[in-house]
Nanobody
Framework: QVQLVESGGGLVQAGGSLRLSCAAS????????MGWYRQAPGKQRELVAT???????DYADSVKGRFTISREWPRNTVHLQMNSLKPEDTAVYYC?????????WGQGTQVTVSS
């Protein structure tokens, strides 16, 4: 089992910044992927950014150049630095880990960007 605990999020004006963090604990294999997804009201959950245990990063086109995902070792903590936020970034952000063929989700944290 893996537990994911998220922190960060909140309300910010357009153009501002926020930082999300997610700490993973439990039975974590050496090779895994951590990342962030988001879900806006009435929309499907979508990928925001991921980082593998070897440091390979991937971003959704909509956040490239504005968001940065990073990972701390060996604590298995992942951060999402979000800059130049837009109202369309408003969503519940979920931390995710793919570990040993299974997927785990955090509880979600609300990000609201006002115009």
């Amino acid at each position: 089992q893996v537990q994911l605990v998220e922190s960060g999020g909140g309300l910010v004006q357009a153009g501002g910044s926020l930082r999300l963090s997610c700490a993973a604990s439990g039975s974590i294999f050496r090779i895994n992927v951590m990342g962030w997804y988001r879900q806006a009201p009435g929309k499907q959950r979508e990928l925001v950014a991921t980082v593998t245990s070897s440091g390979i990063r991937d971003y959704a086109d909509s956040v490239k150049g504005r968001f940065t995902i990073s990972r701390e070792w060996p604590r298995n903590t992942v951060h999402l630095q979000m800059n130049s936020l837009k109202p369309e970034d408003t969503a519940v952000y979920y931390c995710h880990m793919s570990n040993n063929g299974l997927g785990y989700w955090g509880q979600g944290t609300q990000v609201t960007v006002s115009s």
